[in-house]
């Protein structure tokens, strides 16, 4: 085994808990274990699984890490939104506790945001912070969540109420893990990309708008480039921002506002967090119309945009 390819590298996040590589391209989970020794982690893996990915990557990860010398234990969690609570994150903490997880070891979150989220806050909390690796295996994982070091979970009163800022080690979004996610999800995580395009890189957005059919299907390398470029500039944002005391980072949660209204009122089964996202955009759109700040034409072609990809633009 070996590195990944120097031409992997998306961007490189750098915060105050330190700097970290994101990195984008096909193939790159045989490259993991690797990655993981070149940032300076060692010790024992605690791999933190979506049961949506336990047959086609736990077995990869978990043998690229074993190569690179890392005993490596492997729990496998429910997929959706009711794995974020803190009764969860107690089994996380006692499965760690059983197998005497140490701060020197190093904890995967394989999957989504979800997962990325429970795994994350756990590693933040276990022993007052435990180093983590992000493996995103969907789309809006790979373009947003996974990137910044915001983890969180939910309680009854609302989304993302108990959480931390917990950098990861290392983020590594392999895109042949995407190869089975389904449309709807694809959808979603491209309304995030889609978001970068519409607040902060005009030639983003232009690409969104002309090259749908060849982002969609991820047939050809501009969906890495898309991926990768989508990726430096919430690289850049953190970066500039890291605990959202700006006016920077804020910018991220355009149409969030809304979306995260959207997805409680309908108790997280309703809508994808990406299809509340671009509601959510489009709601925050009209308010800015209605307040003067952009004009008709803006709203109709952040629609178009959006429907193109197959995103919903108003709540049913």
Known sequence: MSSAPDSSLAAVVRTSQGDYRALVGRGLIAHLGDEARDAGLKGKAFLIADEAVFRSCVRPVQESMEAAGFETHVLVLQSGETTKNLDKIKDIYAWLARLRAERQD???ALGGGVMGDAAGFAAATYRRGVPFIQVPTTLASMVDASLGGKVAVNLPEGKNLVGAFHQPKLVLSDLDTLKTLPDREMAAGWAEAIKHGLIL?????????????????????LAVEVIRKSV???????????????DTRVLLNYGHTIGHALEAVSEYGQFLHGEAVSIGMMGAARICRDLGLIADELIDRQ???LEHYNLPTSAP
């Open 106 to 108: 190093v904890v995967l």
């Open 232 to 246: 430096a500039i919430k690289a850049e944002v953190v970066s500039a921002d890291e605990f959202e005391t700006g």
């Open 303 to 305: 629609r178009a945009v």
């Open 201 to 221: 890189d005009a030639d983003l957005l232009n690409t969104f708008e002309t090259e749908a059919d060849r982002l969609f299907g991820l047939q050809d390398d």
